[in-house]
């Protein structure tokens, strides 16, 4: 069963969504706690945790391989039961971070590898954990659309080689649409990370075409007389 994640960092959101038993988790990234008016990004983040025991996810900042080790340990003390350590699959130089994902790995801290792309760079992950400590994948499927490639095969081919991996899950991230969810249950993908907005639209599934088409043809009077058009 795929499960739903919200990706947010406004802890009003947090709060309300927390509620939801549809939203069994939460992910975070430097630009969301940006966004939320956050200024001190440790202090903010330990916020949130006071309003969840879902899993959530923070991600490291640094870009090097030493102090990206430092921020993902002390991320993971925070709270040992609920919060992965993200860290992005390449550095902003190019470099793969597989000694930062082995070492934290070994540290038995739980993980969140992100800005995945494609089956190549989850089988180099896969080859630097174990099969023990849990480790999240997030392929991001969404920018992959919007750069004109199609992100499915890249899923179907990243389940397949973490299948022996009873400890990793394969995530779709940068959700654009509510049908992704529809997809992301095809494919027996274990996480769908989703914004609150299409959340809302996923807890609506179910109208018929009938009501569609009313709810869009009155949308569309509603406006014209909002705005007292005449021809």
Same mark, same amino acid.
């Given at each position: ?29 430097? *630009?969301? /706690?940006?966004?939320?008016? #956050?200024?001190?990004?440790? !202090?903010?983040? @330990? ?5 969840? =025991? &879902? ?78 400590? *849990?480790? /999240?994948?997030?392929?991001? #499927?969404?920018?992959?659309? !919007?750069?004109? @490639? ?5 899923? =179907? &081919? ?74």
């Amino acid at each position: 069963m795929t499960q739903i994640f919200c990706d947010i960092a406004d802890i009003k959101l947090i709060k309300k969504f927390n509620k939801k038993k549809i939203v069994k988790g939460f992910t975070t990234n430097p *630009s969301l /706690i940006r966004k939320a008016g #956050a200024k001190n990004y440790q !202090d903010y983040c @330990k916020k949130i945790i006071k309003f969840t =025991k &879902k899993p959530i996810s923070f991600e490291v900042f640094a870009d090097n391989k030493i102090e990206m080790i430092k921020q993902g340990i002390k991320i993971s003390k925070w709270s040992n039961s609920n919060v992965y350590v993200k860290v992005p699959v390449l550095n902003s130089k190019g470099y793969f971070m597989g000694s930062v994902i082995k070492s934290l790995n070994k540290k038995k801290i739980k993980l969140n590898i992100t800005a995945v792309y494609n089956s190549k760079q989850v089988e180099k992950i896969l080859q630097n954990i174990n099969k023990k400590t *849990s480790v /999240i994948i997030s392929i991001f #499927a969404g920018r992959m659309a !919007d750069a004109g @490639k199609d992100p499915l095969p890249e899923f =179907k &081919k990243s389940l397949k080689l973490a299948k022996s991996f009873k400890n990793v899950k394969i995530l779709w991230a940068s959700t654009r649409e509510a049908y992704n969810y529809i997809q992301a249950k095809e494919l027996n993908c274990h996480i769908i990370t989703v914004p609150p907005k299409i959340i809302e639209q996923i807890e609506k599934f179910g109208k018929s075409y009938k009501n569609l088409t009313l709810d869009t043809v009155k949308g569309f009077l509603r406006d014209s007389n909002k705005s007292k058009f005449s021809i």
